[in-house]
């Protein structure tokens, strides 16, 4: 049993023939992935410290973190429900790159980048008041060479200021992208096939805005 605080609200009136879905995350992204494979949820982001510990390797990292979203938006929601919790993080050459502190910590990551392969890691976490199952994701993603005048124009578009590794690969960052090996969702933010898999296990099913 996870216990619940006292920071509860309230799910909408109506009947329920599946469990309600709770996304602890504030991505537009993610909601944006979640309505494509037509499963309705009610947005309750959280807040917890994103920092490695001194000996977690990425997988580690990233799977913990959507773990504790997950357990963080239970305890913040008190009601009987499906939280899902999720990060991302970029991987090269060993080193994890979250989102950019500032201008030149965005062309840094850029430049790391640039005509090289590199690591997308997205972890997925789904909690009840029973049991809490994840799974990390990773695609491997490869870069054209960038010159730092591509690097700066990016950073001053805005788009890369809240993107693990600095860029987006569903938006203007895409021309970055010259190959892809894994699944493209998860480098948007949620890996579908493996996240309708452990929804389903919750008895959340896809396409309910379908009506199917």
Partial sequence: ???????????PDV????PVLILASASPRRLELLQQIG??????????PEV???DEIPNQFVERLAREKAQAGFQKAGVDSVVMGADTVV???????????GKDDAIGML???SGAKHQVMTAVAVVDRERILSQVVTTEVSFRNLSRLQCE????????????GAYGIQ???????????????????????????LLESFGIGVWRDLGL
């Fill in 171 to 197: 938006g203007l960052g895409a021309v970055f992208v010259v190959n892809i090996k894994g699944s493209y969702s998860a480098v948007v933010g949620l890996p579908l096939a493996e996240t309708a898999e």
């Fill in 153 to 164: 124009q990016y950073w001053d578009s805005g788009e890369p200021k809240d993107k693990a």
């Fill in 1 to 11: 049993m996870i216990d619940s605080d006292n920071s509860s609200f309230e799910l």
């Fill in 15 to 18: 009947e329920q023939k599946q």
């Fill in 111 to 113: 430049t790391q980048l």
């Fill in 91 to 101: 991987v090269s050459n060993g080193r994890i790159m979250g989102k950019p502190t």
């Fill in 52 to 54: 490695p510990g001194s």
């Fill in 39 to 48: 499963v309705p949820c009610i947005v309750n982001p959280v807040d917890i």
